[in-house]
Protein backbone atom coordinates (compact mmCIF):
# COMPACT_ATOMS: atom_id res chain seq x y z
CA UNK A 1 0.00 0.00 0.00
CA UNK A 2 2.58 2.46 0.66
CA UNK A 3 4.24 1.60 -1.93
CA UNK A 4 1.73 2.65 -4.30
CA UNK A 5 1.22 5.45 -2.73
CA UNK A 6 5.03 7.18 -2.86
CA UNK A 7 4.55 6.24 -6.69
CA UNK A 8 1.24 7.76 -7.46
CA UNK A 9 3.30 10.63 -5.42
CA UNK A 10 6.44 10.28 -7.67
CA UNK A 11 3.83 10.43 -10.83
CA UNK A 12 2.37 13.37 -9.53
CA UNK A 13 5.27 15.15 -8.97
CA UNK A 14 6.16 14.30 -12.76
CA UNK A 15 2.87 15.31 -14.26
CA UNK A 16 2.62 18.56 -11.96
CA UNK A 17 6.20 19.97 -14.02
CA UNK A 18 5.75 23.26 -15.68
CA UNK A 19 5.21 22.67 -19.58
CA UNK A 20 7.52 24.14 -21.84
CA UNK A 21 5.95 27.32 -21.62
CA UNK A 22 9.20 29.08 -21.18
CA UNK A 23 12.96 28.16 -21.95
CA UNK A 24 14.36 25.92 -19.50
CA UNK A 25 17.49 25.55 -18.00
CA UNK A 26 19.08 22.64 -20.56
CA UNK A 27 20.63 21.26 -17.42
CA UNK A 28 16.98 20.97 -15.58
CA UNK A 29 15.67 19.47 -19.16
CA UNK A 30 18.00 16.81 -19.47
CA UNK A 31 17.88 15.78 -15.41
CA UNK A 32 14.51 15.69 -15.68
CA UNK A 33 14.85 13.77 -18.90
CA UNK A 34 17.40 11.08 -17.35
CA UNK A 35 14.97 10.66 -14.06
CA UNK A 36 11.58 10.04 -16.07
CA UNK A 37 14.10 7.72 -17.97
CA UNK A 38 15.50 5.77 -14.83
CA UNK A 39 12.13 5.35 -13.59
CA UNK A 40 10.49 3.91 -16.62
CA UNK A 41 13.98 1.56 -16.07
CA UNK A 42 13.59 0.68 -12.89
CA UNK A 43 10.01 -0.69 -13.26
CA UNK A 44 10.93 -2.94 -16.20
CA UNK A 45 14.04 -3.95 -13.84
CA UNK A 46 11.29 -4.96 -11.19
CA UNK A 47 9.65 -7.00 -13.32
CA UNK A 48 12.26 -8.61 -14.80
CA UNK A 49 13.23 -9.60 -11.25
CA UNK A 50 10.10 -11.12 -10.72
CA UNK A 51 9.49 -12.30 -14.01
CA UNK A 52 12.95 -14.18 -13.48
CA UNK A 53 11.61 -16.19 -11.01
CA UNK A 54 13.72 -13.87 -7.87
CA UNK A 55 11.01 -12.35 -6.53
CA UNK A 56 7.26 -14.09 -5.82
CA UNK A 57 5.65 -10.65 -6.08
CA UNK A 58 3.49 -11.28 -9.58
CA UNK A 59 0.61 -9.52 -8.54
CA UNK A 60 2.90 -6.65 -8.61
CA UNK A 61 3.65 -6.56 -11.94
CA UNK A 62 0.35 -5.19 -13.30
CA UNK A 63 1.12 -2.10 -11.11
CA UNK A 64 4.90 -1.85 -12.94
CA UNK A 65 3.36 -2.03 -16.37
CA UNK A 66 1.12 0.64 -15.49
CA UNK A 67 3.81 2.67 -14.26
CA UNK A 68 5.45 2.31 -16.92
CA UNK A 69 2.75 3.37 -19.21
CA UNK A 70 2.23 6.28 -16.91
CA UNK A 71 5.61 7.48 -17.66
CA UNK A 72 5.47 6.85 -21.57
CA UNK A 73 2.91 9.52 -21.46
CA UNK A 74 5.41 11.83 -20.04
CA UNK A 75 8.45 10.88 -22.58
CA UNK A 76 7.65 13.23 -25.54
CA UNK A 77 6.41 16.52 -23.87
CA UNK A 78 10.05 15.68 -21.84
CA UNK A 79 11.69 15.74 -25.11
CA UNK A 80 9.95 19.04 -26.68
CA UNK A 81 12.95 21.46 -26.21
CA UNK A 82 15.71 20.52 -28.11
CA UNK A 83 18.94 20.25 -25.86
CA UNK A 84 21.78 17.43 -27.02
CA UNK A 85 24.43 19.33 -26.33
CA UNK A 86 25.23 18.71 -22.41
CA UNK A 87 25.56 15.31 -20.68
CA UNK A 88 23.17 13.21 -22.59
CA UNK A 89 22.36 9.59 -24.48
CA UNK A 90 19.87 11.27 -26.47
CA UNK A 91 20.93 11.56 -29.96
CA UNK A 92 19.92 14.73 -32.02
CA UNK A 93 18.11 13.03 -34.74
CA UNK A 94 15.09 12.91 -31.94
CA UNK A 95 14.20 16.37 -33.12
CA UNK A 96 14.57 15.91 -36.86
CA UNK A 97 12.67 12.50 -36.49
CA UNK A 98 10.17 13.30 -33.79
CA UNK A 99 7.01 11.82 -35.19
CA UNK A 100 9.08 8.56 -35.39
CA UNK A 101 9.84 8.99 -31.99
CA UNK A 102 6.79 10.04 -30.80
CA UNK A 103 5.26 7.01 -32.98
CA UNK A 104 7.62 4.72 -31.12
CA UNK A 105 6.76 6.36 -27.39
CA UNK A 106 3.25 5.19 -27.99
CA UNK A 107 4.30 1.61 -29.29
CA UNK A 108 5.84 1.34 -26.04
CA UNK A 109 2.84 2.85 -23.78
CA UNK A 110 0.62 0.05 -25.69
CA UNK A 111 3.41 -2.91 -24.68
CA UNK A 112 2.86 -1.73 -21.20
CA UNK A 113 -0.34 -2.20 -21.37
CA UNK A 114 -0.29 -5.41 -22.90
CA UNK A 115 2.19 -6.93 -19.87
CA UNK A 116 -0.80 -5.09 -17.40
CA UNK A 117 -3.61 -6.90 -19.14
CA UNK A 118 -1.19 -10.17 -19.14
CA UNK A 119 -0.15 -9.23 -15.56
CA UNK A 120 -4.01 -9.57 -14.62
CA UNK A 121 -4.64 -12.83 -15.93
CA UNK A 122 -1.74 -14.29 -14.25
CA UNK A 123 -0.02 -16.71 -16.56
CA UNK A 124 3.33 -16.14 -15.92
CA UNK A 125 3.95 -17.55 -19.51
CA UNK A 126 2.04 -14.53 -21.20
CA UNK A 127 3.59 -12.17 -18.79
CA UNK A 128 7.34 -13.25 -19.71
CA UNK A 129 6.24 -13.03 -23.51
CA UNK A 130 4.75 -9.42 -23.22
CA UNK A 131 7.96 -8.42 -20.98
CA UNK A 132 9.91 -9.50 -23.82
CA UNK A 133 7.86 -7.05 -26.24
CA UNK A 134 7.81 -4.34 -24.18
CA UNK A 135 11.92 -4.58 -24.13
CA UNK A 136 11.70 -4.91 -27.77
CA UNK A 137 9.55 -1.65 -27.90
CA UNK A 138 12.04 0.30 -25.76
CA UNK A 139 14.68 -1.04 -27.83
CA UNK A 140 13.30 0.05 -30.77
CA UNK A 141 13.41 3.74 -29.47
CA UNK A 142 16.88 2.87 -28.00
CA UNK A 143 18.33 1.89 -31.01
CA UNK A 144 17.77 5.26 -33.12
CA UNK A 145 17.64 7.95 -30.38
CA UNK A 146 19.71 6.59 -27.92
CA UNK A 147 23.79 7.27 -28.27
CA UNK A 148 25.40 3.66 -28.17
CA UNK A 149 26.81 2.96 -24.77
CA UNK A 150 30.73 3.17 -26.04
CA UNK A 151 29.98 6.53 -26.49
CA UNK A 152 27.61 7.60 -23.60
CA UNK A 153 28.68 10.62 -20.93
CA UNK A 154 28.80 8.02 -18.58
CA UNK A 155 31.62 6.60 -19.95
CA UNK A 156 35.32 7.63 -18.70
CA UNK A 157 36.95 9.79 -20.74
Not at 99 to 118: G, Y
Request: hydrophobic share 45%.
Amino acid sequence: MLGRFLAAVALSALIAMPGSHARANGDSVIEYRQHLMRAIGGHMAAVAAIVKGRLPLTEHIAEHAELIENAAELVPAAFEEQVSDELTDAQPEIWSRMDEFVELNAEMAQASAALANAAKEGDMRDIAMAMQSLGKSCGSCHQPFRKPKEESYKQPR
